[in-house]
């Protein structure tokens, strides 16, 4: 009869041992999804697409975009029909390519994130402007990481990341 409830108590532990190990999702699932995206109030836009254009010897400004809109769309100056959301970043840096670190927001005139952005006419749901805040520069492979997370003039938090090919731009 003991050797029977031994076996019946090691049974149950093997079934029990074997649907929480199999029914536990690993933390780490979490950090392999990549989701170009910026979070702007709880509500998350996706990002299509990312540009480094080197202004000056010292500065880089990096665009974040949606779908639907490009650099050129961009820098064309209002005769695009592009409509999307878009956020621009300036980051003092020197060098012909974005090299890592963190890196502080600067020229806070130049930056800007826009919802809803019409090319065309200028128009836009909502723009806001950050005052600080900290962006992140990483490699991958082929890959740049760059995550930021700004304070906005408005008082909210503009937070995103951005991983693949940067396609860099010079006029």
């Not at 090299?99 to 930056?111: P, V, Y």
């Not at 805040?133 to 700004?150: A, P, R």
Request: aromatic share 14%; proline share 1%.
């Amino acid at each position: 009869m003991k050797k029977q409830n031994f076996y019946f108590v090691v049974f149950l532990c093997l079934i029990f041992s074997t649907f929480i190990i199999t029914s536990c999702s690993s933390d780490d699932d979490a950090d392999n999804v990549v989701k170009n995206s910026f979070v702007y109030k709880t509500k998350e836009y996706p990002i299509e697409g990312a540009y480094a254009y080197q202004v000056s010897e010292k500065k880089y400004e990096l665009g974040f975009y949606s779908e639907g809109i490009s650099y050129e769309a961009i820098k064309e100056d209002g005769s695009s029909d592009a409509v999307g959301n878009i956020v621009l970043l300036s980051i003092k840096h020197t060098g012909d390519k974005l090299r890592t670190g963190d890196f502080d927001l600067w020229d806070c005139e130049a930056n800007g994130m826009f919802i809803n952005l019409d090319f065309k006419t200028g128009d836009y749901d909502l723009r806001s402007n950050p005052k600080s805040g900290i962006i992140k520069i990483s490699e991958n492979g082929n890959n740049t990481i760059i995550q930021y997370n700004l304070n906005l003039e408005n008082g909210e938090v503009l937070k995103g990341e951005y991983r693949g090919i940067i396609n860099y731009k010079n006029d």
